[in-house]
C-alpha cells in the first residue's frame, strides 16, 4: 500500500489541521485522539510517510525507529501511566481495523483497559 500524502494524520502534521498536542520532537508527534476510548488515550505518530507498523519497521532508519520508541516510553512515563499500567495498540490493516493510513500507536490508560481483544466474531 503507497502513502496516502491526504491522510488525516498527514495533514495534522503539516499543521493544516489542529490538535490536541502532547508531545513533539525531531521523530514523533504526539496529540490526544478525537474520540478517546478511556480516560488517557494518546497517539503517537511518527514524522515520517509509513503506513503501518510493518511499513515503519522494514523501512524506518534506525535513527527514526530508535527516536520513535524512545519518545512513547517518554510519553507513557511523563502522562503517568507507566506505574499503574497502559495498553498499547497499534491497529494494522483491514482486520487490524486501521482507520488513519499513517502508523501511529494508541496508548490507553486511566483506567483498567480490560480484555486484549474482543471476542466477537
Ligand atoms: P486506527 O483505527 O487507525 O487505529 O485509529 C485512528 C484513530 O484516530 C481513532 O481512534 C480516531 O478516533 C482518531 N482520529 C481520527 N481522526 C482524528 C483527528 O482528526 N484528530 C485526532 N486527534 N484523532 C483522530
Not at 480516560?39 to 503501518?52: D, E, W
Not at 524512545?70 to 482507520?99: H, M, P, W, Y
Not at 483506567?111 to 474482543?118: L, Y
Request: hydrophobic share 40%; charged share 20%.
Amino acid at each position: 500500500m503507497s502513502y496516502d500524502e491526504n491522510n488525516i494524520f498527514a495533514k495534522i502534521l503539516r499543521g493544516e489541521i489542529p490538535c490536541d498536542k502532547v508531545y513533539e520532537d525531531d521523530y514523533v508527534l504526539s496529540f490526544r485522539d478525537i474520540s478517546p476510548q478511556a480516560p488517557v488515550h494518546i497517539l503517537v505518530i511518527p514524522k515520517g510517510a509509513y503506513v503501518s507498523i510493518a511499513d515503519f519497521s522494514a523501512k524506518g532508519s534506525e535513527e527514526e525507529i530508535a527516536g520513535f520508541w524512545r519518545a512513547v516510553s517518554k510519553i507513557a512515563s511523563e502522562n503517568d501511566l507507566v506505574d499503574a499500567g497502559f495498553r498499547t495498540i497499534a491497529n494494522t490493516g483491514l482486520n487490524g481495523g486501521q482507520e488513519v493510513p499513517h502508523f501511529h500507536i494508541h496508548l490507553l490508560g486511566g483506567r483498567a483497559i480490560g480484555p486484549m481483544v474482543s471476542k466477537a466474531a
